[in-house]
């Protein structure tokens, strides 16, 4: 008299997870880091296979940008000698001084605009929270870089 049963339901994980699809696995919606929702071989995976991916296509395009802007500044060189174009040296140089002075007095403030320091914020908590993450991509960009 006046005992309450309990009734559980029991949720056998391993009849659950054979009949999900590996991708809901690994890209299933939940809230917090990915600290919480993946064990740290599967953060390390994630974080190095993007990391190299990004590494090489970066390396890819670093390499395509400067041999454009190489090309570019060749390719002027030769106009310049050609007579092609003439380039008024004195004008460039006090252009180029100029600007100089111009960053020289914007960065003597070292002031950072205050959307730019919450983003900053915004980054370094997401780091803090998926450091095992963040290195597997730290690795794996500096492997596609190598690659």
């Known amino acids: 008299a ?5 009734s559980f339901n029991v949720l056998d994980l391993a009849e659950y997870t054979k009949n999900r699809p590996w ?3 690994v890209f299933a919606p ?3 880091s990915s600290a919480e929702k993946y064990n ?4 390390l995976v994630i974080g190095g296979v993007t990391g ?3 590494g090489f296509i970066f390396q890819k395009v670093g390499k395509l940008a400067a041999t454009a802007v190489g090309g570019g500044f060749f390719l002027l060189q030769i106009a310049n000698h ?9 004008l ?9 002075q111009q960053l020289k007095f914007h960065s003597s403030g070292n002031k950072i605009a205050p959307e730019m320091k ?5 980054v370094i908590v997401f780091l803090k929270k998926n450091v095992i993450l963040t290195g597997g991509f730290a690795g794996g960009f500096l492997l596609g870089m190598a690659s």
């Open 2 to 6: 006046g005992v309450k049963e309990d």
């Open 23 to 25: 991708w809901r696995k």
């Open 30 to 32: 939940s809230s917090g």
């Open 40 to 43: 740290v071989a599967t953060q």
């Open 52 to 54: 190299w991916c990004t």
């Open 82 to 90: 050609t007579g092609y174009i003439k380039v008024d040296w004195k």
């Open 92 to 100: 460039l140089e006090r252009d180029v001084n100029k600007a100089k």
């Open 118 to 122: 919450s983003k900053v914020d915004e």
